[in-house]
């Protein structure tokens, strides 16, 4: 038995500036149970920030697909929630240093900056990585859980209503491309049947946080997940921001019941 089915939905939102942000979804191993999510918005309001955010999509993609084009590492790559925890600090490690390099060759250094939110689910194992803002929550039972913190009164100033202001985010975070090293704030779980991830581009209020508990709390009760829920993502957003339309990002993925997966046809 395991957990092989992802019920995945995502939502941007029509007002999202186009030019300052960008997420990517894929399977990289093309096998059940397998999701990789990255979100990259610019740290700036300028053009080397633009730029970096789209490197860092790209390359945090190559970071990935190097980790799992690689079987013959696999025992060195660890095994259940060590080895997604790997995929994510492989993938950040590409982003950061090709966006810094980049940013040097052009004399623009340490002014290409980009936020990124990167989440891996395998085989009933998850794992996030923030290096910037964005928030991850993990609704399990009757209990909505953080996977990271946000600095205290830093939603409050921001609201529900805008994407968090690059220029106040300077102050207080470290990005993508700002320095040679970087620290990627990670966590991870095992998962369980009927567990629901969620994945915003911004932190959420207090207010967000019940308004999000209770719209799950509803889906669930209407047996979510299910596959005809097709506007998931969008119902939930536009039930928890005030604005969801310029919400760069988000997405929900629903865990199924476990389950036997059969890969091969045989006879």
């Known amino acids: 038995m395991g957990l092989t089915r992802l019920d995945c939905h995502l939502f941007r939102g029509e007002k999202a500036a186009h030019d300052v942000s960008s997420f990517v979804a894929l399977n990289p191993c093309i096998e059940p149970s397998r999701l990789v999510f990255a979100g990259s918005s610019a740290a700036r309001d300028s053009l080397g ?52 390099s980049f940013g040097h060759k052009l004399s623009a250094g340490g002014r290409m900056a980009a936020s990124l939110l990167g989440v891996v689910i395998e085989e009933g194992k998850f794992a996030a990585g923030r290096v910037g803002f964005g928030s991850v929550y993990l609704f399990r039972g009757n209990q909505l859980y953080p996977f990271f913190e946000t600095p205290a009164g830093e939603s409050e100033k921001v609201g529900d209503a805008q994407e968090f202001p690059g220029e106040l985010a300077t102050r207080k975070y470290s990005f993508i491309g700002s320095n040679s090293l970087v620290d990627v704030e990670l966590a991870s779980v095992e998962l369980q049947g009927e567990d629901v991830v969620c994945v915003f581009s911004r932190p959420l209020t207090g207010l967000n946080e019940t308004l999000l508990f209770e719209c799950l709390e509803t889906l669930r009760s209407e047996g979510f997940p299910i596959e005809k829920s097709s506007d998931v993502a969008d119902r939930l957003c536009r039930d928890v921001f005030t604005e969801p339309e310029t919400l760069s990002f988000a997405l929900v993925a629903a865990v199924g019941p476990e389950a036997i997966y059969c890969a091969q046809k045989v006879g």
Request: net charge negative; hydrophobic share 40%.
């Open 49 to 100: 920030s633009q730029v970096a955010y789209r490197l860092a999509i790209d390359y945090f993609v190559s970071g990935i697909q190097g980790f799992y084009d690689v079987p013959a590492a696999a025992d060195a790559q660890g095994k259940g929630e060590e080895r997604v925890v790997k995929a994510l600090e492989e993938a950040f490690r590409s982003a950061n240093s090709s966006v810094y």
